[in-house]
């Protein structure tokens, strides 16, 4: 059985690399990607950026209008630099333009984040969860009343709601405590595309136990991971693409070994299959470079056609 009858995948659309994107790429991707069947197309937000990069929010509508069924995520907002009410409104418009496709991924962010955007790291954790509570009251009630330590607000409303009831937020964390905070709050978790298999290989236990303690089944709970990637028929020459990305967009070559894929269709399609046995049921395949053509070689891994 392929794989991709066996779980979802996602796609990444192209809108981070250290190469000009140009917006038929973006469009090309989006739509050869929805007719070959994968779930999701997925983006990162990296506002502040040594290399292109868009906004999440806009690259995801500009797909949304070039397509018709395939889901649209980000992951991760880094939620505690945002205001709440207009990362509201904005994935409520995102969700009301697509038709009830948005997933909004969040995350808690790294120290550098809160430097950039001048807002105090003191206090994070709470006003990631006041954040979260009030995103999904204003996108589920008529008039919101909310006072906690960092937001205080009375009767506000949101100019357009959501078509999914709920939209569904999920995290992309990696410390324990973050995981364990995931299993409460969010919808789904994904394993960052940074973080290293064997990182995902202990995440997974973690996430389910926190889970089966919560009283929610695992089995019902998206557990993914954005793997970067590169394949061709010639080895030496995907090690190179993936080299490159780990060296120029994440300043850690050794990330091609510990944490992307290279190689061959059947290479990537066995590595796969590893990931699916530690438990993920969603996987988000990121090609790093060579977009549309790279994407005709992962629907070619995993068993895609259309």
Same mark, same amino acid.
């Given at each position: 059985?392929a794989?991709? /009858?066996?779980? %979802?995948?996602g796609m990444?659309?192209p ?5 000009p994107?140009a917006?038929?790429t973006v469009r090309g991707?989006a739509?050869r #990607?929805e007719a070959?069947?994968f779930?999701d197309l997925w ?7 040594h290399?292109?990069s868009?906004d999440p929010?806009a ?19 880094v939620l505690?630099v945002h ?5 509201a409104?904005?994935?409520? =418009?995102l969700d @009301?333009? =697509?038709g009830g ?5 969040v995350?808690i962010?790294?120290p !550098?984040?809160?430097?950039?955007f001048?807002v105090? %790291?003191?206090?994070? *954790? ?5 954040q ?5 009251a204003?996108w589920s009630q $008529?008039?919101?009343?909310?006072k906690?330590r960092?937001?205080d607000v $009375? ?6 709601? +959501?078509?999914?009831? %709920?939209?569904p937020?999920w ?5 324990? /405590?973050a995981?364990?905070r #995931?299993?409460?709050l969010?919808?789904?978790w994904?394993?960052a ?6 990182d &995902?290989?202990?995440? *997974? +236990?973690?996430?389910k136990?926190e889970?089966e303690? =919560?009283g929610?089944d695992p089995?019902?709970f ?5 793997? &970067?990637?590169?394949?061709? /028929?010639? %080895?030496?020459k995907?090690? #190179?693409?993936?080299?490159r990305w780990? @060296? $120029?967009v994440?300043h850690?070559?050794?990330?091609? $070994?510990? =944490?992307?894929?290279?190689?061959? !269709?059947e290479?990537i399609?066995?590595r796969l299959?590893?990931?699916v ?7 988000l ?5 060579n ?7 992962c #629907?070619? @891994?995993i068993?895609?056609?259309?």
């Amino acid at each position: 059985m392929a794989l991709i /009858d066996r779980i %979802p995948f996602g796609m990444s659309l192209p809108h981070r690399s250290p190469d000009p994107i140009a917006p038929a790429t973006v469009r090309g991707v989006a739509q050869r #990607a929805e007719a070959l069947g994968f779930r999701d197309l997925w983006v990162t937000e990296n506002t502040l950026d040594h290399v292109t990069s868009f906004d999440p929010v806009a690259v995801l509508t500009y797909a949304a209008a070039v397509t018709s069924r395939i889901r649209l995520g980000a992951s991760v907002l880094v939620l505690p630099v945002h205001d709440p009410r207009m990362t509201a409104h904005q994935w409520a =418009s995102l969700d @009301a333009l =697509s038709g009830g496709r948005a997933v909004m991924g969040v995350g808690i962010g790294r120290p !550098a984040h809160y430097r950039e955007f001048e807002v105090p %790291p003191e206090g994070r *954790v709470g006003r990631f969860r006041e954040q979260l509570s009030l995103i999904r009251a204003l996108w589920s009630q $008529e008039r919101v009343t909310f006072k906690g330590r960092f937001y205080d607000v $009375e009767t506000i409303r949101l100019g357009i709601r +959501p078509v999914q009831q %709920p939209l569904p937020i999920w995290a992309g964390v990696g410390h324990p /405590d973050a995981i364990r905070r #995931a299993a409460a709050l969010a919808d789904g978790w994904m394993g960052a595309g940074g973080s290293t298999t064997e990182d &995902f290989r202990r995440s *997974v +236990p973690i996430l389910k136990a926190e889970l089966e303690k =919560s009283g929610r089944d695992p089995d019902q709970f998206p557990i993914s991971k954005r793997i &970067f990637m590169a394949i061709d /028929d010639d %080895p030496a020459k995907a090690r #190179a693409m993936l080299h490159r990305w780990y @060296a $120029e967009v994440y300043h850690n070559p050794a990330g091609t $070994e510990t =944490s992307g894929l290279y190689g061959t !269709a059947e290479t990537i399609a066995a590595r796969l299959e590893e990931f699916v046995a530690m438990g993920a049921n969603h996987l988000l395949l990121n090609p790093i470079a060579n977009h549309q053509e790279q994407l005709e070689a992962c #629907a070619a @891994a995993i068993g895609a056609s259309g």
